[in-house]
């Protein structure tokens, strides 16, 4: 098994910075790649970044050039950062990991519980 834990949401004001860090903990596992999602109520869970094991990055449109993810020398650490934050941003955000578990080679998607960014003057 694998745990997804997220941190760094809150409210920040509209134009202002925060980052968001996800910890990947468990044992005998390989990440392939780790992502963030987000989801407003009502609304389905939408992608938002996305960084392979090799740092390949991905973006949704409306956050390229504003949000970076990012990953530690472990990899077992990914984060977000977003910069210029709108009030469209604000959101739930989850943290995604696809993972292969070793010795069996099977591969499963883990979720975090998710962190809560508000974006409000």
């Known amino acids: 098994q694998v745990q997804l834990a997220e941190s760094g949401g809150g409210l920040v004001q509209p134009g202002r910075s925060l980052r968001l860090s996800c910890a990947a903990s468990g044992s005998a596992f390989s990440i392939n790649s780790m992502a963030w999602y987000r989801q407003v109520p009502g609304k389905q869970r939408e992608f938002v970044a996305r960084i392979s094991s090799s740092g390949a990055t991905m973006y949704q449109d409306s956050v390229r050039g504003r949000f970076t993810i990012s990953t530690d020398n472990t990899k077992n650490w990914v984060y977000l950062q977003m910069n210029s934050l709108k009030p469209e941003d604000t959101a739930l955000y989850y943290c995604?990991?696809?993972?292969?578990?070793?010795?069996?080679?099977?591969?499963?998607?883990?979720w975090g519980q998710g962190t809560q960014v508000t974006v409000s003057s």
């Open positions: 995604n990991a696809g993972v292969t578990i070793l010795p069996s080679g099977t591969f499963n998607m883990y």
